[in-house]
């Protein structure tokens, strides 16, 4: 008998991307209503100018993911049916069974493709790019959707000035596909979770959830817990290390990269990586000051934007990082 053989390595493209932020806008001016804070204050120690946030009872994880989902799949031109895989980066799904995935698979036509969510916080469409690319480049699968969406308002202690202030919502997705060259798409790509500092930024579900050095009194169940120096500590660095890495591992200098799409979480964090790091500025993506920080919906709705608006340069590759709780870190350099 010959022995079946598995498919030769193949690389991967984008084929189309899409994201969706919805309509209403929460401004620092409104914020300065609800809390003891101010736009200066906000603005100065984050970048953050606006956010946009879901309209209660009629828009959430599942909506934002589809339209996104929808766009990507115009924006690709293709059919649905030949989709092979659906992965959902969120901490918001509306049910923990379905999962977001395997709704979308019916609300775009997509059913019988394999579908999943990932919770890895903010680095959740980091790793499921990272994932779908893997499983197209073993030739596992043909054509995956890769989403990260958050709904992180449903998350929200109005109250805590410290953590309200920075996240927003947002849906961003793309849909990978096989090509026969081997050096495109993702040529260095990392995962990392490190659990012991998970109490920096949690969600308790009930009381036995609380972090041990999480002392303060009224915590709220359901809602975002952070402690921001410690997770703005950690950030500064495996951010530097994360962007460091790929560089030294894919022997790129940092002006070689075309686009730098960062997760939008504080605008001085990123700052304080292109400083250190000699970044070419201008080539680093910023939108934390129109949506805050978007959790998973970040970097997928910064690469859509990046397409959108044309800063792509082809002909240099793509370098994405991005940190969240858990605590995880991710990053990927991408040949177009
Ligand atoms: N408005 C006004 N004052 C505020 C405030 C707000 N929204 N939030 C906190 N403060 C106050 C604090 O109470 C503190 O007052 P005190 O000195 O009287 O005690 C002071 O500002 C400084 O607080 P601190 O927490 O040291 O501020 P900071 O410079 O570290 O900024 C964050 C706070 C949250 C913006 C910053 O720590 C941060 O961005 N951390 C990382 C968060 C993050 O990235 N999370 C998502 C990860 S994916």
């Given at each position: 008998?010959?022995?079946?053989?598995?498919?030769?390595?193949?690389?991967?493209?984008?084929?189309?991307?899409?994201?969706?932020?919805?309509?209403?806008?929460?401004?620092?001016?409104?914020?300065?209503?609800?809390?003891?804070?101010?736009?200066?204050?906000?603005?100065?120690?984050?970048?953050i100018h606006r956010r946009h946030i879901c309209e209660p009872n009629s828009?959430?994880?599942?909506?934002?993911?589809?339209?996104?989902?929808?766009?990507?799949?115009?924006?690709?031109?293709?059919?649905?049916?030949?989709?092979?895989?659906?992965?959902?980066?969120?901490?918001?799904?509306?049910?923990?069974?379905?999962?977001?995935?395997?709704?979308?698979?019916?609300?775009?036509?997509?059913?019988?493709?394999?579908?999943?969510?990932?919770?890895?916080?903010?680095?959740?469409?980091?790793?499921?790019?990272?994932?779908?690319?893997?499983?197209?480049?073993?030739?596992?699968?043909?054509?995956?959707?890769?989403?990260?969406?958050?709904?992180?308002?449903?998350?929200?202690?109005?109250?805590?000035?410290?953590?309200?202030?920075?996240?927003?919502?947002?849906?961003?997705?793309?849909?990978?596909?096989?090509?026969?060259?081997?050096?495109?798409?993702?040529?260095?790509?990392?995962?990392?979770?490190?659990?012991?500092?998970?109490?920096?930024?949690?969600?308790?579900?009930?009381?036995?959830?609380?972090?041990?050095?999480?002392?303060?009194?009224?915590?709220?169940?359901?809602?975002?817990?952070?402690?921001?120096?410690?997770?703005?500590?950690?950030?500064?660095?495996?951010?530097?290390?994360?962007?460091?890495?790929?560089?030294?591992?894919?022997?790129?200098?940092?002006?070689?990269?075309?686009?730098?799409?960062?997760?939008?979480?504080?605008?001085?964090?990123?700052?304080?990586?292109?400083?250190?790091?000699?970044?070419?500025?201008?080539?680093?993506?910023?939108?934390?000051?129109?949506?805050?920080?978007?959790?998973?919906?970040?970097?997928?709705?910064?690469?859509?934007?990046?397409?959108?608006?044309?800063?792509?340069?082809?002909?240099?590759?793509?370098?994405?990082?991005?940190?969240?709780?858990?605590?995880?870190w991710s990053s990927s350099v991408w040949n177009w």
């Amino acid at each position: 008998m010959k022995i079946p053989q598995l498919p030769a390595p193949r690389g991967v493209r984008i084929a189309g991307t899409g994201s969706f932020t919805p309509d209403a806008i929460l401004s620092n001016e409104d914020l300065s209503k609800m809390v003891d804070t101010s736009d200066e204050w906000i603005v100065q120690r984050t970048g953050i100018h606006r956010r946009h946030i879901c309209e209660p009872n009629s828009e959430g994880t599942f909506s934002m993911a589809n339209k996104a989902l929808e766009r990507a799949i115009e924006d690709a031109g293709i059919d649905p049916s030949t989709i092979d895989m659906i992965i959902v980066g969120t901490v918001t799904s509306e049910m923990t069974c379905p999962s977001t995935a395997a709704r979308l698979t019916a609300a775009c036509g997509a059913t019988p493709a394999g579908a999943f969510d990932v919770s890895a916080a903010c680095c959740g469409f980091m790793y499921s790019m990272n994932l779908g690319e893997s499983l197209i480049r073993v030739g596992r699968a043909n054509r995956v959707a890769v989403l990260g969406v958050d709904h992180m308002t449903s998350l929200m202690d109005y109250d805590d000035r410290s953590c309200s202030i920075l996240f927003g919502d947002a849906a961003g997705a793309a849909i990978l596909e096989a090509v026969d060259d081997p050096n495109r798409g993702s040529i260095h790509q990392t995962m990392h979770a490190d659990g012991r500092g998970w109490g920096a930024l949690y969600i308790p579900r009930k009381s036995g959830d609380i972090a041990e050095n999480d002392t303060e009194e009224g915590i709220r169940l359901g809602c975002l817990r952070m402690n921001g120096r410690e997770v703005y500590k950690f950030a500064v660095t495996k951010f530097q290390r994360a962007i460091s890495s790929a560089l030294e591992a894919t022997g790129l200098e940092p002006d070689d990269v075309g686009i730098y799409i960062c997760h939008q979480s504080n605008l001085r964090i990123i700052e304080s990586a292109v400083e250190k790091l000699g970044l070419p500025e201008d080539r680093v993506y910023i939108n934390i000051n129109e949506y805050g920080n978007t959790s998973a919906g970040s970097v997928g709705l910064c690469l859509d934007e990046v397409r959108k608006k044309k800063l792509v340069d082809e002909s240099k590759p793509m370098l994405m990082v991005a940190f969240g709780g858990g605590m995880t870190w991710s990053s990927s350099v991408w040949n177009w």
